[in-house]
């Protein structure tokens, strides 16, 4: 019995570092995922209050003040923090206007994805069968085709729109959703609760709703997340193509797209609208990861 005293010591010493640093993790994860909120929360809020924010018309043009550089005055007398375009309109009022764009496109199309691939995931997962057979094939068929081949045609039939482009968005993402749930519905369904859930005559709706739903949302929350950055990216390619918000609306992809053929002499008309959708893309993919790790047991070794 001595001789288990050291032994069982050590034991419990590492034990304690090992949540010591967990706890430590945690907090530090938290923190993170906070500062990315409070990022994310700050762009709203400048989408939000854009028209008195923003120090000029995003459209008004001026040839006086046409590839001006960053300036506090410009030659009309007005400031130009972040430079003019190749139409002498103020590249910041453009970028906090184009806010509005990016988010607005972003999250309306994670709902769309998010709404069409949870139905279909936990449909799949709980059903099984041939109907899980047929989700998951139109789901491989969409990974294999190209998108933007997809969003060309989409785009081509229904023309080019805020509407469309949160459809063509949400489209492309929803098998994100529903490989992940489906596979988790697979487990959950096989769980003891379910089975005696069915024993006790609780009809299919309500063990979805109230059993297995709860139980994949810490999941979806993530993967919206980790969605709202890719639809982010995907709104300004398909600006920088030409097939997403039309001029003269102003959006980062769109402003990046106009001020290639200035890169030389005016670079800082696709230089900031590209930063910011840099930062933003990466703050929100990171806050999804953090989230992830917050919400994963396995992951923190707990």
């Known amino acids: ?42 762009l709203g809020a400048l989408a939000a209050a854009a028209p008195w924010v923003a120090p000029h018309d995003p459209t008004r043009q001026s040839l006086r003040a046409r590839l001006k550089a960053p300036t506090l005055e410009g030659p009309d007398g007005r400031m130009y923090a972040f430079g003019t375009d190749h139409l002498g309109r103020d590249v910041l009022s453009r970028l906090i206007f184009g806010t509005r764009v990016s988010l607005l496109v972003g999250l309306a199309a994670v709902v769309v994805g998010g709404l069409i691939g949870s139905a ?31 969003a060309i045609g989409i785009i081509a039939v229904l023309g080019p729109s805020f509407p469309t482009l949160v459809v063509v968005i949400g489209l492309s993402g929803w098998v994100g959703y ?58 300004a390619t398909l600006s920088f193509l030409g097939l997403g ?7 980062w992809g769109g402003m990046v797209q106009e ?29 999804g990861d953090w989230l992830r790790d917050l919400l994963d047991p396995t992951l923190r070794g707990e």
């Open 245 to 251: 918000v039309q001029p003269p609306t102003p959006s």
């Open 259 to 287: 001020g290639r053929e200035y890169l030389e002499s005016a670079w800082w008309i696709s230089t900031f609208p590209g930063v910011v959708l840099m930062v933003t893309s990466i703050v929100v993919s990171r806050a």
């Open 178 to 235: 529903a490989r992940i749930l489906r596979s988790q519905v697979l487990t959950l369904r096989s769980r003891e609760f379910v089975d005696a859930i069915h024993a006790l005559g609780g009809s299919v709706p309500r063990i979805l709703l109230r059993h297995v739903v709860p139980n994949v949302t810490a999941s979806l929350v993530v993967i919206a997340t980790l969605e709202l950055a890719r639809a982010i990216v995907l709104e």
């Open 120 to 150: 279909l995931g936990i449909v799949a997962g709980y059903r099984g069968g041939w109907t899980d057979t047929a989700i998951m094939t139109v789901a491989d068929a969409q990974l294999a085709f190209p998108f933007i081949l997809l």
């Open 1 to 42: 019995m001595a001789s288990s005293t050291p032994a069982s010591a050590p034991a419990s010493t590492a034990t304690t570092r090992l949540q010591a640093a967990a706890g430590r993790g945690a907090r530090r994860t938290r923190w993170l995922i906070a500062a990315s909120a409070g990022f994310v929360l700050l």
